[in-house]
Structures are given as C-alpha cells and as structure tokens.
C-alpha cells in the first residue's frame, strides 16, 4: 500500500462524512416544512428532491468506495 493509497481513503471517508450530514440537514429540513405546509406543498417536493439526490449520491460513494 502506498502513501497516496490513505489520502483516497481519507477523500471516501471525508465525502461520505459531508454528504451524509447534509442528508441529515436536509431530512430536518423536509420534516420541518411538511410539517408547516403539509407533505404534497411545492417546497416541500422539493426538498424531497434534493434529499433523493443526496441519498444516491452517498450510496454512490457507498457501494464503490473501493474502486479507483
């Protein structure tokens, strides 16, 4: 294993770090605001949007940790 092999490591581990508090954040903030404006409002879709995006890409960064 050589030195850069960690960094790649350290780089997986930081993103999915990131991505899955703002995943946490953005959960918060859909629940906040179905429960403000009811779970079919607007932005409230939206919100579930963004999550949805944020979840594929943490299982992305998930499943193919390992590959280079």
């Given at each position: 294993m050589g030195m850069g092999d960690g960094n790649m490591k350290?780089?997986?581990?930081?993103?999915r770090s990131v991505t899955?508090?703002?995943i946490n954040i953005k959960k918060k903030?859909?629940?906040?605001k179905a429960k403000r404006?009811?779970?079919t409002h607007p932005t409230v879709v939206k919100c579930s949007q963004q999550l949805d995006v944020l979840l594929n890409q943490y299982q992305g960064?998930?499943?193919?940790?390992?590959?280079?």
């Open positions: 350290m780089k997986s581990l930081s993103k899955l508090m703002l903030e859909m629940i906040l404006y009811g779970r960064i998930h499943l193919y940790k390992d590959v280079v």
